[in-house]
């Protein structure tokens, strides 16, 4: 984005969401959903049982983070990492690795991710049981990510925080889309870019993320 356009978004007042963008998104959040979730069922079977191979575990994690209106979700991902990843954090990475974590929830190749597991964070398919997610009402197709309660408490003022949780979270974000895992909360990018999304949202902007995102997916970009 140029610094013009920067000025102008930064210029722009936050827009609340009416009751017809509030209709149209839900209606198409279930019924895309729902659509895609029946078309990929046998998919999500095959990686069910390759995935409890590789990772000796559960092949399915429940990640903790913050929804709506500040209610607590359980976000559904394909498991990515062996299944001591999270309660044995010292066998796998180092402290310089685990602060990285602690601040990013990403590390630079991350040694707890098995072999089939960097295969389904380089294509985002681990994210693909987030659908039902959107089907349930947790999560929308469009939104800021999910996130959790250290990064929302760490990185956004009370204010910012309010409108970051004003709206569902979602599979896709102007920040994912912008950047993916190559933007960060360290240099303050990530928190702008999650925040501009609520002066920029609308019906076609939000459809012009999901066909954005797209080629973002195929090429893997910033995907870790």
């Known amino acids: 984005m140029s610094r013009k356009k920067e000025a102008m978004v ?13 209709f149209v998104k839900r209606s ?3 019924w895309v959903s729902l659509i895609a979730i ?14 409890a191979i590789y990772t000796r575990g559960h092949p399915i994690f429940f990640d903790k983070r913050i929804g709506k209106d500040h209610k607590h979700i359980n976000v ?13 954090v010292d066998k796998y990475l180092s402290k310089a690795q685990k602060k990285q974590w602690k601040k990013e929830r990403k590390v630079e190749n991350d040694p ?16 693909l049981p987030q659908l039902f997610n959107i089907l349930f009402g947790s999560m ?7 996130i959790t309660e250290g990064e929302l408490t760490n990185n956004f003022t009370k204010e910012q925080q309010d409108i970051m949780l004003s709206a569902r979270p979602g599979l896709i974000g102007y920040w994912g889309v912008k950047g993916r895992s190559n933007v960060a909360f ?39």
């Open 10 to 22: 930064d210029s722009l007042p936050y827009k609340k969401a009416n009751w017809w963008y509030r």
């Open 38 to 51: 029946l078309i990929l069922s046998p998919l999500y079977l095959l990686f069910i049982i390759i995935n």
């Open 76 to 88: 559904y991902k394909f498991r990515s990492m062996y299944y001591d990843a999270e309660t044995n």
């Open 186 to 224: 360290a240099d303050g990018v990530r928190q702008k870019l999650e925040l501009d999304y609520f002066k920029l949202r609308g019906i076609w902007f939000d459809l012009g993320l999901i066909f954005r995102v797209i080629p973002a997916v195929l090429k893997g970009s910033g995907a870790k």
């Open 140 to 146: 929308s197709f469009v939104g800021p990510r999910p």
């Open 112 to 127: 707890r991710i098995t072999p089939f597991g960097r295969i389904l964070r380089k294509t985002s398919i681990d994210e």
């Open 28 to 30: 198409f959040d279930i």
